[in-house]
């Protein structure tokens, strides 16, 4: 028995004939009963599509996205000669990545399963290289950063942020030393989408010779267009000598399936200072955090790509950013204040009591984040958000407030 299947105009068979009747044939009332149970358990999320979650950084997957990942879901990029075609599509998305980013022929990538993975790669390539264990990085960055220290014994050292919620570059010039192993700036910081002084930073370690890992996992699908649409934005990529690495996401801003990161490396060897021998698999080095690594997410990213181009990237962003505006206008007109002006589609609003607010507006079915240490709560406007939504929100927003005010 065979089953056809067309992705990309090209006919992949499946050959089911040596499962038994059990493995292949699904006892009906068991398997709805199953169905029953997931459907009530699944009725307690939140979904992206309802654009009821305006504080989260992921999004609704293009629907290309989830066709294309269930083609690929016995796929393995942990083997990587069992599957050299779903190989091939994701040196095409490093490709793709690459481009994007302004990297150099030395360079390469490494798929990862998001931010997260991608800074602890990052930071274990540095620790590696230097024989070095102290991290230079701004308050504002990922929490991802606290499991590196814990795991990989290395010690943070934070550096202040200015008003406008950027690093620091005058402290970062004095905590600078023999014993740094890596030095970490934001692109679209995941508080508040700031942007950290990248180029100032970049020269500095490469005068310094230290190893300058960018976190982009946010904003790495949308400030290059960002700067194509005019916005006054710094360069944040490998144009800068001394960008070493940088991670980004594409289950967020990039419209794909979750989980899927790339991390970016200026030189390919650097890869090779975290490799280990996988003598029990038809590699015979691997490297990175993950054996089994599943190609569906890979391939739902490299056809998104595919099918959106750099134009279709480019007008999500000029939508997102039309809904920020809009978003910002009507916070405003409520008599509230942003913690900042927007650098991206992330919005902080000030308020007294962030949390027993994010608490009242997810008893009415709306979800959004606070940063205590801000005293405000953060929205994004991701591509499934619209006016019309913000404009169903606002007065919720302001009903809720009050409520707060009154306790």
């Not at 650097?270 to 190609?295: A, C, F, H, N």
């Not at 997810?362 to 619209?386: A, D, F, H, Y």
Request: glycine share 8%; with cysteine; hydrophobic share 40%.
């Amino acid at each position: 028995m065979f089953y056809i299947n067309r992705v990309f105009g090209t006919v992949s068979f499946f050959n089911y004939d040596f499962l038994s009747p059990a493995m292949i044939s699904l006892d009906s009332e068991k398997k709805q009963k199953i169905f029953n149970e997931l459907a009530g358990l699944q009725q307690r999320d939140y979904c992206f599509s309802s654009g009821h979650i305006l504080g989260s950084m992921c999004t609704v997957p293009h629907p290309l996205a989830r066709e294309v990942y269930l083609q690929f879901l016995e796929t393995n990029l942990g083997d990587l000669e069992l599957c050299p075609g779903t190989k091939e599509i994701e040196s095409r998305y490093i490709a793709f990545i690459s481009k994007l980013l302004h990297a150099p022929k030395t360079s390469t990538g490494q798929i990862v399963s998001g931010g997260t993975e991608g800074n602890i790669t990052a930071m274990w390539i540095a620790k590696q290289l230097s024989g070095k264990k102290e991290i230079l990085l701004p308050t504002s960055a990922h929490f991802s950063f606290q499991k590196i220290a814990s795991l990989m014994g290395m010690k943070l050292v934070e550096i202040p942020v200015t008003d406008d919620y950027v690093m620091d570059v005058t402290h970062l010039k004095k905590k600078i030393r023999k014993t740094t192993a890596a030095v970490v700036g934001l692109a679209g910081s995941t508080e508040l989408g700031t942007i950290d002084p990248i180029p100032e930073i970049s020269e500095i370690c490469a005068h310094e010779h230290v190893f300058f890992h960018v976190d982009a996992a946010f904003g790495g699908f949308v400030i290059p267009f960002l700067k194509e649409l005019h916005y006054k934005i710094p360069d944040f990529d490998f144009r800068l000598k001394g960008v070493s690495s940088i991670s980004i996401d594409s289950h967020k801003m990039g419209y794909a399936a979750i989980p899927l990161g790339t991390l970016m490396v200026r030189k390919k060897q650097w890869l090779g200072s975290i490799s280990v021998d996988s003598p029990y698999i038809s590699s015979e080095k691997q490297t990175g955090l993950l054996g089994t690594r599943s190609g569906a997410p890979v391939a739902a990213a490299y056809a998104v790509a595919q099918y959106l181009g750099h134009e279709g990237y480019k007008q999500m962003v000029r939508s997102c950013m039309d809904v920020t505006c809009y978003t910002q206008k009507r916070i405003e007109q409520l008599g509230l204040d942003l913690v900042m002006k927007p650098t991206m589609n992330v919005i902080g609003v000030k308020l007294k009591k962030p949390g027993i607010v994010v608490k009242k507006l997810s008893e009415q079915g709306w979800r959004v984040n606070k940063i205590e240490r801000l005293s405000c709560i953060r929205l994004v406007l991701m591509p499934q958000i619209t006016k019309q939504i913000i404009d169903e929100f606002i007065p919720v927003l302001q009903k809720t407030c009050v409520e707060v005010d009154e306790l």
